[in-house]
């Protein structure tokens, strides 16, 4: 997908003023956030299964060489094998030789973000092989030739009515007149219409929220059972992934499992969690008859040692989105990448360069939620800091805005100077504006004043009052 | 492809700023593998004696819309399949798994149950299925793949019907992967898992539309556990 995150406050200024999503983002708000904290509540251990997940990636990622050729020798010890891909050119290239060796017509997809980072459906469709999306939200979006604007729940940005219009236009071989007011029937359509698509597909394609070192596996989470059905019926099982979805154990893979689904939807642990080792054994009835595991790098490897290898924590569970308020009043699309939220934040800059994502790591208040509800410990804003830092030292903001950051850094190193010149302004603030307590306009500041009015200062600055109290407290 | 491997591994030890890892360490790492030491295990299950951890697998699992029917005897499993497929007014006909432990019942008894053995195709409204263990944690199944079970059989059918003996209940997911590394080494002397581990919590769902949740997504629409309380 063609990024747009540059264009972030065009984006997010279209998101605020339609009401339809508006309307949508409200139902998420409530949902998530409630259901998370219901469910946490009930588990006494899970501030300690945070500490013990944190260990365990950093372990992980401190040796990510180790385990990686581990697995790779228990992938291949069971049938399959595993693909190292540096760039998404090469793991799509690898997905398409697959498929295309198979003679492969149609490919059904579990849910991936690797797949949506790589762009695999567009270039899998301009290599005459039709890819179809089985997860419910990814299944309508690519109907509607939309990105996902949510990690978990990539339709979220859409209501009811929308996914009815939707369907009607693409399934013309039902009825035009039916019925398809709710979200029970549009579900039984979906089903009906996929549970044939995956009965043909020549080769399945999911993703990965764990590799298994110890076993060579690959564990795929989710409530519909799209993926499972995607890996069963179908000559061949690609995963798709990236190098830090590998752990040592299944024990590991389970303290991780009790945090993802509570984090991400407030289940206590998610439908179907599915450990996947090698293509079907000989005398198996069913199952795909090839393993394949395509290892994306795509930068990661390049992130260890850095102040953003924390970000290699990540195990995608979208409660960040889903308590940011930021992400809330404007929703995922506008961010204008694959990875929405303070998670994209950190990662698209690393991913797409921060000269096209330099807006989103600004995209965010620092009221610290993301990484208070972070299960892997993320420090979220710290790394946003980073970037905008980074930002900054290739002068790629805009001039006045680091103009005025430099005459506003001049000050601060100055503290006598500094309270001097508060104090005045604030004196002659309070004055002007005494008489009608804000202010309509201000000369510099028409960002703040053209949506919102300054408040006109009370005559004292906070830190002359903290000095008389100080002292007031010392007699 | 080898160039890509290399470059990678090597892109990895040079951010770390080390080179491959020594022999020593990788063998205190294999050693970690072996050992598979479990991390925090929750109190809930793991604290209870065995006929504590039953119930609460029974509330767990109904606490995620299964269903649990308790009989006392393998004898009395195919009269509870009855009832089910009764009280749903659905079809005396299922699919049910080749699978020893299941062919031990008196299908007999209930001559009207139409039952073939096999792989589930689609078209199958209900289909039976031996499972391997059950997680008192979160009433979750395990359910693992061989000729005897193939994995589409618990993803077809509307109607997933999963049979299990009380001391199948285990307390957590670390208990369910010792049993499956028991059976392996058991059989082939050495740890593989079976092609496909299945943990199944509740039936099929999605919230995917306005964050309403719907059962029935892909997978089964109902999922009722008939567990058998003789050990």
């Known amino acids: 997908m063609r990024a747009t995150s540059h264009a972030f406050k065009a984006n997010a200024h279209e998101a605020l003023v339609d009401a339809t999503l508006q309307r949508a983002l409200g139902v998420m708000k409530s949902g998530f956030q409630v259901r998370r904290a219901e469910a946490i509540a009930k588990l006494p251990e899970f501030e300690a299964l945070r500490e013990a997940g944190k260990a365990i990636k950093n372990h992980t990622l401190e040796n990510l060489d180790f385990y990686l050729e581990a697995f790779e020798a228990k992938v291949a010890a069971r049938g399959g094998q595993v693909h190292w891909c540096r760039t998404p050119a090469e793991a799509r290239d690898k997905v398409l030789g697959i498929c295309q060796r198979l003679g492969a017509r149609t490919v059904t997809k579990g849910k991936s973000m690797i797949a949506e980072e790589i762009a695999l459906n567009d270039f899998l469709e301009a290599n005459q092989i039709v890819p179809v999306e089985t997860d419910l939200g990814e299944y309508i979006i690519q109907l509607r030739h939309e990105p996902p604007s949510h990690i978990i729940a990539p339709a979220v940005h859409l209501v009811k009515e929308q996914v009815a219009d939707t369907f009607r236009a693409s399934h013309k071989q039902l009825d035009p007149a039916r019925p398809l007011a709710d979200a029970r029937t549009l579900c039984d359509e979906a089903r009906g219409v996929l549970r044939q698509k995956f009965l043909r597909a020549d080769v399945g394609i999911t993703g990965a929220n764990f590799l298994i070192a110890e076993t060579g596996s690959s564990v795929i989470v989710t409530n519909e059972g799209n993926g499972d059905l995607t890996q069963t019926l179908t000559k061949a099982h690609i995963v798709l992934a990236s190098l830090e979805k590998v752990v040592p154990t299944l024990e590991d893979a389970a303290t991780i499992l009790r945090l993802l689904a509570r984090s991400a939807t407030g289940q206590e642990f998610s439908t179907y969690t599915t450990v996947s080792t090698g293509p079907r054994r000989p005398e198996d009835t069913d199952g795909p008859g090839e393993y394949h595991v395509v290892l994306l790098d795509n930068g990661r490897s390049a992130m260890l040692g850095t102040e953003f290898q924390d970000m290699l924590r990540c195990i995608r569970c979208a409660a960040c989105l889903n308590h940011c308020p930021v992400y809330a009043a404007v929703g995922g699309h506008a961010y204008g990448w694959v990875y929405p939220g303070p998670m994209g934040s950190v990662l698209t800059p690393t991913l797409i360069g921060i000269e096209e994502a330099g807006h989103l790591p600004n995209a965010s208040t620092f009221c610290g939620r993301c990484e ?24 790629l903001s805009p001039a006045p805005y680091r103009a005025g950051l430099s005459l506003w850094a001049f000050l601060a190193r100055r503290p006598a100077l500094y309270h001097a010149l508060t104090g005045i302004a604030t004196r002659v603030l309070g004055a002007v504006g005494r008489r009608r307590g804000r202010f309509r306009t201000l000369p510099l500041a028409s960002g703040w004043t053209n949506v919102r009015d300054m408040p006109a200062p009370e005559g004292r600055s906070f830190q002359s009052l903290w000095a008389e109290r100080q002292r007031g407290a010392q007699r | 492809m080898t160039n890509g491997r290399e470059q990678i591994l090597g892109s990895i ?96 008894d209930r001559p009207l149950l139409e039952i073939r053995r096999g792989r589930a195709e689609d078209g199958d409204l209900t289909g039976i299925t031996a499972c391997g263990a059950g997680v008192a944690e979160t009433g979750t199944l395990v359910l693992t793949s061989g000729p005897e079970s193939p994995t589409r059989n618990n ?38 898992p079976p092609r496909t581990v299945n943990f199944i919590t509740g039936p099929s769902r999605t919230a995917d539309i306005e964050q309403k949740i719907e059962l029935g997504a892909h997978g089964p629409r109902r999922l009722h556990i008939i567990l058998i309380d003789e050990a």
């Open chain 1, 372 to 395: 208070s509800v972070c299960p892997m410990k993320i420090p979220l804003p710290k790394m946003m800091r980073h970037w905008r830092e980074r930002e900054f030292e290739q002068k």
């Open chain 2, 13 to 108: 030890r040079k951010s770390l700023k080390r080179g491959p890892v020594t022999e020593a360490r990788a063998s205190e790492l294999r050693a970690k593998l072996e050992a598979h030491r479990r991390n925090v295990i929750p109190q809930r299950a793991a604290g209870l004696d065995p006929a504590a951890q039953v119930e609460l697998f029974i509330r767990m699992a109904e606490g995620v819309q299964a269903s649990v029917a308790r009989v006392k005897s393998a004898a009395e499993v195919p009269g509870a399949v009855a009832d089910y497929l009764a009280e749903k007014n659905l079809p005396s006909k299922l699919v049910m798994t080749p699978d020893p432990r299941l062919d031990g019942m008196p299908w007999a």
């Open chain 2, 155 to 192: 993803f077809l059918p509307d109607h997933h019907l999963v049979v299990m003996r009380r001391d199948q209940v285990v307390a957590s997911y670390e208990d369910a992967f010792d049993r499956l590394r028991a059976r392996s080494k058991e059989t082939s002397g050495e740890w593989i």
